[in-house]
């Protein structure tokens, strides 16, 4: 309701609102890759070593799989949010 | 005790030269004897935005070569007595000057005045090192934008590999209509991920550009808002405690009111 007000009495400029939560996120990736000098290839490759030691005990959700580099209390940290659909059984420890 | 302040952002034109003219000058106006040192040999402008373009007769590349003596060099501004120039040379380039040859010549100004403030030119290179290398402390300016702000994280990382203390903060060109519409990063968004300490909002105004086209700095128009905004500026570096942040909002206008109270605005707790 707010959008239809501001339309109504600034012009219909409301469609661009909220854009300095892109740049806020876009700047904190930035910033952290700024310091580490890792290049996508680099970073791609280390996701998907990591994916695979993930799923050689867990069935991944390979789509949802995010893996970032984040500015930390002391340097830099690697986090990752890898979703599992099933943690696979016992005989995998075999392979 | 005698004090030396580089300001510095790394990317070019958010305001150095803008904010080193308004300190020196609010810094004067205060009673402090000021030298303001331009180092951007070779694209010299702090001279322009003073006005003291037309009284140059020596530069800083002819202090550093011995062809005249440091008195010879400063330019005195007539608007208020304890204010100096020491310009940069135009016709050279920053391998005329070196870091060695810039604290030598700090260390001599610093004899002198309570305060040089050191404007350094655009980039991380060699211009950058000797503008940094006598300085005490650092003030980053820095614009509400995405490039302005990864280039000043750039800059607060090589100020303390040089071993400054940690370096202060302007937010430069703020502008509160587009804060409160969610389109530009408020002080708390750029203090988040700037994490040093601020020392000055200065609001995106008109006067900048008017007080440039005269070589008038802002800080001499009492009504002006940017000039209130360096002067406030100046207070905090002199070591005055808590001095509140000139208002940012937009005033009030019918319109902004009745959202408000009708609830379909935010407060206006956004801009300051």
């Known amino acids: ?95 | 005790m005698s004090e030396c302040i580089v300001v510095t952002s790394g990317k070019g034109g958010v305001g150095k030269t803008t904010t080193t003219a308004n300190l020196g000058v609010a810094l004067a106006l205060l009673g402090k004897k000021v030298v303001v040192v331009d180092a951007d040999i070779g694209l010299r402008n702090l001279d322009v935005i003073l006005g003291l373009e037309n009284r140059i007769v020596y530069d800083l590349v002819h202090v550093i070569e011995g062809e005249c003596r440091l008195r010879q060099a400063l330019i005195k501004d007539k608007r208020v007595d304890t204010l100096f120039l020491l310009p940069a040379a135009q016709t050279r380039d920053k391998n005329a000057v070196s870091p060695e040859a810039m604290r030598t010549l700090v260390a001599q100004l610093k004899a002198d005045f309570d305060y040089v403030i050191i404007d350094c030119p655009a980039g991380i290179e060699q211009g950058f090192k000797n503008a940094i290398a006598g300085a005490d402390r650092a003030i980053i300016v820095v614009t509400p934008e995405v490039s302005a702000i990864r280039d000043a994280d750039r800059i607060i990382g090589l100020v303390e590999a040089a071993e400054l203390p940690e370096p202060q903060l302007i937010v430069n060109r703020f502008r509160a209509k587009m804060v409160q519409r969610g389109d530009m990063m408020n002080k708390d968004d750029i203090l988040e991920i700037l994490a040093i300490p601020l020392i000055g909002m200065v609001p995106d105004h008109e006067d900048v550009i008017v007080s440039a086209n005269r070589g008038m700095p802002a800080v001499f128009d009492e009504k002006s808002v940017v000039g209130e905004a360096y002067r406030r500026i100046a207070r905090r570096v002199t070591g005055e405690q808590d001095v509140p942040f000139v208002a940012l909002e937009e005033p009030d206008t019918f319109w902004s009111v009745m959202k408000r109270w009708i609830g379909l605005a935010p407060s206006k707790e956004v801009a300051s």
């Open chain 1, 1 to 95: 309701m707010s959008s239809l007000f501001d339309r109504l009495f600034s012009g219909g400029r409301s469609a661009s609102a909220g854009s300095k939560e892109d740049a806020k996120s876009r700047l904190k990736i930035l910033l952290v890759h700024d310091q580490v000098d890792l290049t996508p290839s680099q970073m791609n490759a280390m996701k998907a070593e990591i994916l695979e030691v993930i799923a050689r005990y867990c069935e991944v959700d390979r789509e949802h799989v995010d893996v970032r580099l984040e500015k930390a209390d002391n340097g830099i940290s690697v986090v990752s949010s890898v979703p599992v659909r099933r943690v696979t059984t016992r005989t995998a420890e075999a392979t």
